[in-house]
């Protein structure tokens, strides 16, 4: 039996900078929250200030997302450097050693991924380029290196960012590793249903947003263990929208339900009284193969394969007020695939075609990109990506 590890890790205090010079100082700080030490915080500060003036003097359209990080044992920081131009035909050469363009601090994106404990960066000429870079206390990395482990990458990450004008998001995800029985053990066969077609939805391909990650190993789990995912969209924006996400992912986490159906109800009445939300659940089981997904709602979902597309089915209703009927879907879950995720704040414009190689990297770069080429500023936008670990 093969095993798997299902690595996880929790984000929070999520900023999004387009005025690029209060970047620095607010990675600084953060870091120092975080308990990173004087040292580390500057070599933080250091790369944010390298991605920023690139950003500012090259860039067109250029964010940077900036938040606090936390696994099962420490807390870091990670920032995601997001532009729509002009991107990089090398990105190797890009990051040599004194290749840095003139005006920028001349550290070099070579030296950005040295001084992060995880970096991914993709680059589509044209289109634009995201890169990811997540920091992490001295000790905590030096235990990963003097263990010969590299530090895991998370199975499953997102990015949300707030409509234009609001400070606060009405869309949310969240993930965890059941332990518990496979699916088909925690409920009846006849409540699963095998999406029809394999891929007649046609979902344009489909990838999404969020900070580089790296997250401490999870033990190795038994023969049953899954991942589930939720991905919410609290109705309308602003402070009430986000008060129904967050209620949604403390009902998610505090769930014992296994079958993404049952933890759906747990949700709805969980939900009561806010305004609600459209909201979905998948269930990933890498060893046995398949995912099991049920949406409710204006939740996209797409199955990525390298010669693939699948579309999830979502179903008319608003969680925490009506739901006429919920069905489990049942996917067979094809090697090297990526379960994709997001809300309308994203349209389907996108094509995996403009998007090269984007299924080799990270979620949260896969996760950026997607919100950089279909995400829209006139409403909140959240996307989550699940991978690596089939």
Known sequence: MVQVNLSLLEG?????????????????????????????????ALAVSEAATNLDKHAVDGTLLLRAVRDAEQAGVEFLAVDSGPGMSDVPDAMLDGSSSTGTLGIGLGAVARLADVFDIHSIPGRGTVLAARFWPRNHAERAAGGHTRPEEPVADGVTRPISGEQQCGDAWAAKVDHGPTAAEAAPERQVRTVPGGGAVDWASLTATRPVSTAWPAPRPGEGSAVLVMLCDGLGHGPLAALAAEAAVRAFRDSRSSMPEQVVQDIHRALRGTRGAALAVARIEPQAGRLLFCGIGNIAATLLGHDSRVGLMSHPGIVGHQMRSMRTFEQPLPPGSALVMHTDGLTERWSRDTLPGLLLHSPVVMAAQLLREAGIRHDDAGVVVAKGAW
């Open 12 to 44: 929070a205090e999520v900023t999004w900078f387009r005025e690029l010079s209060a970047a620095r100082g607010a990675a600084a700080a953060l870091a120092r929250r975080m308990g990173l030490d004087e040292q580390r915080a500057g070599q933080v």
